[in-house]
């Protein structure tokens, strides 16, 4: 994306963003109070249709699909209709014979299968609390549609997995403009932490790292070898800090040491 710039200084823990609860999208943001002017319709949606049986990321899921559903009424407006049509992590973008071409490395071929595997099932236990909680027309009302498509749980699969953050409580949440923030992988860095989490909103802040002003705010995406981003991000980091080789050996005092390059 384009990234995010700072117009000043900034020393190591402090805050750079503050997003008010009301714009965090969570996967609790299905209430009334997250929809302009809501109709009758929209009201019994929240309320009055039974709650289906979905884990937390499954719930942010179907909780962010019918945001888009209904993003003309939605509170994300602005933020949602900036959202790319087509977004896919590196396991689903590459064909085997494409990844067989990146790397000779069969594990890389398995890994990513492994990974397909595990997300297509997701889907299906999803499609199936879904269909089993709600009537047809329930579904229709819903997200427009009988069922949730193999490519809308993909695309919003791939999309949350790449601009939520994690609070301290492990929750995933949407954050409208911290999304914005490139990577850039450097060892011995904690990157970022939130800094103060209230119920009326979260302050966020890199913990040991400071920027000029003019300067790009980067963090870790992931502590992870180029590989690893290219599984999981589809693409691959310049001047990635943690793709190392070590090499080990022994000193005199028959110590072991690590040689890396």
Same mark, same amino acid.
């Given at each position: 994306?384009?990234?995010?710039?700072?117009?000043?200084?900034?020393?190591?823990?402090?805050?750079?963003?503050?997003?008010?609860?009301?714009?965090?999208?969570?996967?609790?943001?299905?209430?009334?109070?997250?929809?302009?002017?809501?109709?009758?319709?929209?009201?019994?949606?929240?309320?009055?249709?039974?709650?289906?049986?979905?884990?937390?990321?499954?719930?942010?899921?179907?909780?962010?699909?019918?945001?888009?559903?209904?993003?003309?009424?939605?509170?994300?407006?602005?933020?949602?209709?900036?959202?790319?049509?087509?977004?896919?992590?590196?396991?689903?973008?590459?064909?085997?014979?494409?990844?067989?071409?990146?790397?000779?490395?069969?594990?890389?071929?398995?890994?990513?299968?492994?990974?397909?595997?595990?997300?297509?099932?997701?889907?299906?236990?999803?499609?199936?609390?879904?269909?089993?909680?709600?009537?047809?027309?329930?579904?229709?009302?819903?997200?427009?549609?009988?069922?949730?498509?193999?490519?809308?749980?993909?695309?919003?699969?791939? !999309? %949350?997995?790449?601009?939520?953050?994690?609070?301290? #409580?492990? /929750?995933?949440?949407? =954050?409208? &403009?911290?999304? $914005?923030?490139?990577?850039?992988?450097?060892?011995?860095?904690?990157?970022?932490?939130?800094?103060?989490?209230?119920?009326?909103?979260?302050?966020?802040?890199?913990?040991?790292?400071?920027?000029?002003?003019?300067?790009?705010?980067?963090?870790?995406?992931?502590?992870?070898?180029?590989?690893? !981003? %290219?599984?999981?991000?589809?693409?691959?980091?310049? #001047?990635? /800090?943690?793709?190392? =080789?070590? &090499?080990?050996? $022994?000193?005199?005092?028959?110590?072991?040491?690590?040689?890396?390059?």
């Amino acid at each position: 994306g384009l990234g995010l710039f700072t117009l000043q200084d900034l020393e190591p823990n402090t805050p750079i963003l503050y997003i008010p609860t009301n714009l965090q999208l969570s996967k609790d943001s299905m209430g009334i109070e997250y929809f302009e002017e809501p109709n009758e319709k929209l009201f019994e949606h929240c309320f009055d249709y039974p709650k289906p049986d979905f884990d937390a990321n499954d719930q942010l899921i179907f909780t962010f699909l019918y945001h888009l559903t209904y993003y003309e009424k939605s509170v994300f407006k602005q933020y949602l209709t900036l959202l790319p049509s087509r977004i896919l992590l590196g396991f689903l973008q590459f064909s085997d014979e494409e990844i067989a071409l990146l790397s000779e490395d069969e594990s890389l071929i398995h890994h990513i299968q492994k990974n397909r595997e595990e997300l297509y099932k997701r889907y299906y236990k999803m499609k199936e609390i879904y269909e089993s909680t709600y009537t047809t027309e329930q579904r229709i009302s819903l997200l427009g549609h009988p069922t949730i498509s193999m490519g809308d749980y993909v695309w919003a699969w791939s !999309y %949350l997995r790449t601009h939520t953050w994690k609070k301290p #409580n492990k /929750e995933r949440v949407l =954050l409208p &403009i911290a999304d $914005l923030v490139n990577c850039q992988p450097i060892r011995n860095t904690t990157s970022l932490g939130f800094v103060t989490g209230t119920p009326e909103g979260t302050s966020i802040a890199w913990t040991d790292r400071s920027f000029k002003a003019g300067n790009q705010i980067l963090w870790n995406y992931a502590k992870s070898s180029s590989e690893g !981003y %290219l599984v999981h991000y589809g693409f691959v980091p310049q #001047n990635n /800090e943690y793709d190392y =080789l070590e &090499i080990p050996f $022994l000193n005199q005092e028959c110590t072991k040491y690590f040689l890396r390059t």
